[in-house]
């Protein structure tokens, strides 16, 4: 009797399943346009994608930076409550700057916060997801504290930038287009990029491999937290105003983004198009549940819903992929 190793054997049934697993989100998309559009025929018109599109903007940018925070194996809870600090500094204390100043105001304010999170979870050690629940608080917080837990409205300036447009397309999709360019670059035709996905294939062997490990966790959480104050400012120039609720929850539309786009949760694996993708997605639905009048005490059913099956098909593609990489032993008779 001898013993055959056959590297890199797959069954057929597994491709299938993997198949399926990898467009999980194409799929489901599909059935929620086809659903919106049984239900309403306001729904499938281009005017209604267009304003989607725009919607979904502010929730693409959070994604982007998420991707980067998932791809070492992170997690950042607190983006809702940087988008929310953020113009809630910039409404309360700085009034009046030109419209690029408050961007880059915005996204100063986001970075200082990345940079703090990032310090508790690369200096001090401390689990980032327990760093990342205790500052989404103490963000919102603050927050409150600054505005009095008043609505803060923004002037003309800012407003006009919601119904401005160059060559047809909206701000917000433009800001949102180069913040994709920048990230799509970095992550894939640089070395940072590279070492982004090694750290969170396998950070022992990155680091014996001499990448600087709490250099590259403390980039990704300063690119999440300043992605996340020009989220907040993008928002803001379409509705206008910030609540006290403004941001809530955002942090998990923009995990349920990134994972419905192929980013794993566990790391090294997941891009930035399917991000794009999964924010235009969620958008999707929660156009469609407006749209169709749902009860409001629906929508975060239907979101925790949509996270839920991120998760599950993530699960699901992370055990495939394993089990499709583990070598087939197989036993011949001598």
């Known amino acids: 009797m001898s013993t055959a190793v056959l590297p890199g054997a797959v069954k057929r049934e597994h491709r299938l399943r993997l198949f399926l697993l990898q467009y999980a989100s194409l799929i489901l998309f599909l059935a929620v346009i086809l659903v ?64 690029l100043g408050s961007l880059a105001l915005c996204a100063l304010f986001g970075l200082i916060f990345g940079l703090v999170n990032a310090f508790f979870i690369v200096g001090v050690r401390v689990a980032a997801f327990i760093t990342t629940l205790a500052t ?42 180069a913040v994709f360019v920048v990230a799509w670059i970095t992550l894939t035709q640089t070395r940072f990029g590279r070492q982004i996905y090694a750290v969170g294939e396998n950070p022992d062997a990155a680091k014996k491999a001499g990448i600087n490990v709490p250099v590259i966790l403390l980039a990704v959480y300063a690119i999440s937290g300043t992605l996340a104050g020009i989220a907040g400012f993008v928002s803001i120039t379409q509705v206008g105003a910030a609540s006290p609720t403004f941001g809530i ?67 699901q593609r992370s055990r495939l992929l394993e089990a499709m990489n583990r070598r087939t032993i197989r036993v011949e008779e001598a």
């Not at 925070?69 to 600090?85: F, H, N, Q, R």
């Not at 989404?136 to 409205?153: C, Y």
Request: no cysteine; hydrophobic share 60%.
């Open 249 to 315: 929850e955002k942090e998990f539309a923009a995990i349920a983004a990134a994972v419905l786009g192929g980013t794993s949760l566990f790391g090294g694996r997941g891009g930035l198009i399917g991000t794009l993708f999964g924010a235009v997605l969620i958008q999707t639905v929660n156009n469609g549940l407006v749209i169709v009048n749902a009860n409001p005490y629906v929508y975060p059913l239907v979101t925790a819903l949509i996270i839920f099956l991120a998760v599950l098909v993530d699960s």
């Open 136 to 177: 989404l608080f103490i963000g919102r917080g603050i927050a409150l504290f600054v505005t009095e837990t008043k609505m803060v409205f923004y002037d003309s300036t800012i407003l006009s930038l919601g119904r401005t447009s160059f060559l047809g397309i909206a701000w917000a999709l433009w800001v949102a287009a």
């Open 36 to 99: 919106f559009s049984l239900l309403s025929a306001r729904f499938f018109a281009v005017q209604n994608f267009l304003n989607i599109l725009i919607q979904a903007s502010h929730v693409a940018i959070l994604g982007t930076g998420m991707t980067f925070v998932l791809l070492v194996a992170g997690i950042d809870l607190s983006v809702g409550a940087v988008m929310y600090l953020s113009v809630a500094l910039l409404g309360t204390y700085f009034v009046g700057l030109p419209t």
